[in-house]
């Protein structure tokens, strides 16, 4: 599938940070025919190297040997590489420190991430600095094993220069995207789509938080409203829902044996006990934004708040009665 002159002539890609997200694109591009390197940590990492990744989706049950490392020193930087930066929010200053000792400042990193700070945070080391819109449906609870839930498209990962633009490279990353199964185009203004997504995203810690049985519709739609305050606060151009679900019509929600419930990738760090979450960068950009306006956030607060005290504590998802949750927000 990868003939010598292909790999002298084609980009290589780099996934930092191969869980759900990056597991996933990492598989589809490599099944496409294109060149990859996934880069994982701890038993994940270890997995991938002795085994290979073990992918599942509606059609596929198979183990992929694609090539991994542990380490982003191990990457030879001399090859013509584009960084999909797929780490959570919180882990994107120390993937993006440790990125910049040992690449040139000039290689395309791709925020293929939730949440709006991320593309800032690498502009600071890296001069070609992508955004990309993230919608993949997926699961990581195990290590080595990644479940690609969906049918039809893959998953929408719309791709543009960051602040704005498009460029020639942005136009060829959404065509390797396309020609691997996702929905993309080069948009020179995708980060209206990635506010529209943080829209979406706010809802994440509610699923992760209460208990699954309690009624919280009320609190989606609290956290919702405040998002959409602060956005006509700061003059915040976003796809509405609408919008987002147009992006989405073609993928179809589809089990795959042994993940028939589907959850949230906040709800997935909490079951997989990683110690981190990704709520501040979510519902706590909102809190961000909301001082910074003047305006009060007081479920987006509470979310994050109680998000840390779950992490700190160890708590499985969906624990917490709506009851409980609800005494303390500071209204």
Request: hydrophobic fraction near 40%.
């Amino acid at each position: 599938m990868h003939s010598m002159s292909e790999q002298e002539d084609c980009w290589q890609y780099l996934i930092y940070g191969s869980g759900a997200v990056g597991s996933t694109i990492g598989a589809r591009l490599w099944l496409s025919g294109k060149r990859v390197t996934l880069v994982a940590r701890g038993d994940h990492a270890r997995v991938l190297k002795e085994q290979g990744l073990h992918f599942l989706t509606p059609e596929l049950d198979q183990i992929i040997g694609i090539p991994s490392v542990d380490r982003i020193a191990e990457v030879d930087f001399k090859n013509k590489i584009i960084v999909l930066l797929c780490v959570k929010s919180q882990q994107t200053k120390l993937a993006i420190e440790e990125l910049a000792m040992v690449a040139p400042a000039d290689i395309p990193i791709c925020c293929v991430q939730n949440g709006v700070s991320n593309e800032r945070t690498v502009l600071r080391y890296f001069k070609n600095v992508y955004a990309t819109l993230v919608n993949l449906p997926a699961m990581y609870l195990k290590a080595g094993e990644v479940a690609s839930y969906v049918s039809g498209l893959s998953g929408v990962l719309d791709t543009g220069r960051y602040p704005t633009g498009t460029d020639r490279l942005s136009q060829e990353i959404a065509k390797d995207l396309r020609d691997a199964g996702f929905g993309a185009v080069a948009d020179p203004r995708v980060m209206r789509k990635k506010y529209g997504k943080l829209l979406m995203n706010v809802g994440n810690a509610v699923q992760a938080i209460i208990d699954p049985e309690d009624d919280v519709k009320e609190v989606y739609r609290s956290v919702r409203k405040e998002t959409e305050a602060v956005y006509f606060a700061g003059n915040i151009d976003y796809a509405d829902r609408k919008e987002m679900s147009d992006l989405t019509e073609e993928m179809k929600i589809t089990p795959v044996p042994g993940y028939e419930r589907t959850a949230s990738s906040s709800w997935q760090s909490l079951m997989r006990n990683t110690g981190d979450i990704e709520t501040d960068y979510l519902n706590g950009e909102i809190a961000l934004l909301g001082r910074m306006h003047g305006i009060p956030t007081p479920y987006n607060d509470h979310l994050a708040r109680i998000a840390r005290e779950f992490v700190l504590n160890n708590r499985p998802p969906g624990s917490m009665k709506l009851s409980e949750f609800l005494k303390g927000i500071d209204r």
